[in-house]
């Protein structure tokens, strides 16, 4: 799947499980509506059987008092009448609760029958009278329990309503933990990629072209994840086709370079014929500038070295308050000639790191505060330890960096406009390998604003 299936995946089975929950909480809703209209009805009809059987009993019981005094048979009609309008009601009784109600509407049945009975051939009033009493003591045991069956109806409707309040919740629940939890997966699987891509592009900034680009996810993620692997393995191509024309310039440059001094060698030692005062002057140039030259080549393969030994870094635990005093004690004597003080101060703490490289890295900036500073000066040396880092920090007191130079200090074989007070003979790669060197080590090294002098700051991260 691609990244835009995947998300879309995502908010499809996100939105079917939220959808799921709200048509079953609907489902019950219906439900429970029809549950309720149904019991509604129910309870209008039992009410109005209860009435209209307590009505029909009184038409019965008149029609047939009627009848045993007048005799008449249109009353008897009458009486039968009444009964055949109250089994509506009783029906209503009997589809209600067959059980209790429907029983009950067969006892009138046979109290009615009874009262009948009673009519029939020669009147008997002693029957007929406790027939017609049996009914209305019937009707009011059928209108009490009809207020019962209505009042347990309702009873039973607001437990089904709290059963499905309480299983609606827990579906809603399910529904938003399951939600959550298809939102975590699908988030965490279209960051992790992008973490590695980010990774790896911060990889390919930092030069470290060692570890593969590897990325895991969606397919045309990977795809990236390969074109980063192929710009990789370009990078590397290309730095060490650098490295070699490095080499190959240098090698180039010093075999003639070095004809060229044995030649001036030979005319500083008047082989040839003694040397006019002119012609003295211009050897000594040349010397001069052969030997400036030598020092460049030299340089720039240091520096080529320096990068290419800066991926290498061999760790162990190191003490940082004995790294920099043995720092300092190798720079005591070139601080001593410029009649410069350093100051000391460390907090008793450990790094994880190749102590060979950092003595460098910190040793270069020493020996540029040295060199910055005036007689009489003090470059100060401390380290700190912050939440999660070292400070490394050197201070010297020289004229400082000019803003313009700012931008390009740590640029290899940039000099900067301001000099100290004796003009240096460097060649500008010092910074340059402070921050391969820094680097390397998963920190990085900083130039902060100050009141005059030069402020450095390294930043390594603390061990674990």
Not at 290 to 295: E, K, R
Request: proline share 3%; charged share 25%; with cysteine.
């Amino acid at each position: 799947m691609s990244f835009r299936q995947m998300l879309l995946a995502g908010f499809v089975l996100i939105a079917l499980v939220l959808s799921a929950a709200a048509l079953q909480g609907l489902r019950l809703l219906e439900s429970f509506a029809q549950q309720s209209r149904a019991g509604a009805d129910t309870a209008l009809g039992l009410s109005s059987a209860t009435q209209l059987l307590a009505q029909r009993t009184v038409d019965m019981e008149r029609s047939a008092r009627q009848f045993v005094v007048l005799g008449d048979a249109a009353l008897r009609a009458r009486y039968r009448e009444a009964r055949t309008d109250a089994e509506s009601a009783l029906a209503i009784f009997f589809r209600a609760e067959p059980a209790t109600l429907g029983g009950m509407a067969d006892t009138w049945r046979a109290a009615a029958d009874q009262a009948e009975a009673a009519l029939a051939g020669t009147p008997d009033d002693a029957a007929l009278r406790e027939a017609l009493d049996r009914l209305h003591r019937i009707n009011e045991r059928l209108s009490v329990e009809a207020r019962q069956w209505i009042s347990m109806q309702n009873a039973r409707l607001l437990d089904t309503l709290e059963a499905n309040r309480l299983r609606l919740a827990w579906q809603v629940l399910l529904a938003l933990l399951v939600a959550v939890a298809l939102a975590a997966f699908f988030g965490w699987q279209l960051a992790r990629p992008v973490k590695q891509i980010e990774e790896g592009i911060a990889r390919l900034g930092d030069n470290l072209l060692d570890a593969p680009v590897d990325i895991e996810g969606p397919a045309d993620l990977r795809q990236v994840g390969q074109r980063l692997d192929w710009l990789r393995q370009r990078l590397g191509e290309l730095e060490a086709d650098r490295a070699r024309m490095l080499r190959h310039v240098s090698h180039e440059l010093k075999t003639p370079l070095a004809a060229l001094r044995e030649g001036i060698a030979l005319l500083d030692d008047e082989v040839t014929e003694p040397l006019a005062d002119g012609q003295r002057e211009v050897v000594n140039i040349l010397r001069d500038n052969a030997h400036l030259l030598q020092g460049r080549i030299e340089d720039l393969l240091d520096f080529n070295a320096a990068v290419f030994d800066a991926r290498r870094v061999q760790r162990s635990t190191i003490a940082l308050q004995a790294l920099l005093a043995q720092v300092a004690d190798g720079q005591r004597l070139q601080a001593k000639s410029r009649d410069v003080d350093i100051a000391l101060t460390s907090e008793s703490a450990t790094i994880d790191g190749d102590a060979a490289k950092l003595s460098v890295a910190i040793g270069n900036l020493l020996a540029n505060a040295i060199s910055f500073s005036a007689s009489g000066g003090v470059v100060t040396l401390k380290a700190t330890r912050a939440a999660r880092h070292i400070h490394i920090d050197c201070i010297d007191s020289g004229p400082g960096i000019a803003e313009d130079d700012i931008p390009r200090i740590f640029d290899p074989f940039f000099q900067g406009r301001r000099q100290g007070a004796t003009p240096r003979q460097g060649s500008g790669v010092g910074l340059s390998i402070v921050r391969e060197y820094v680097q390397a080590h998963g920190g990085r090294v900083l130039l902060l604003s100050g009141d005059g002098g030069a402020h450095f700051r390294i930043e390594l991260p603390v061990s674990n």
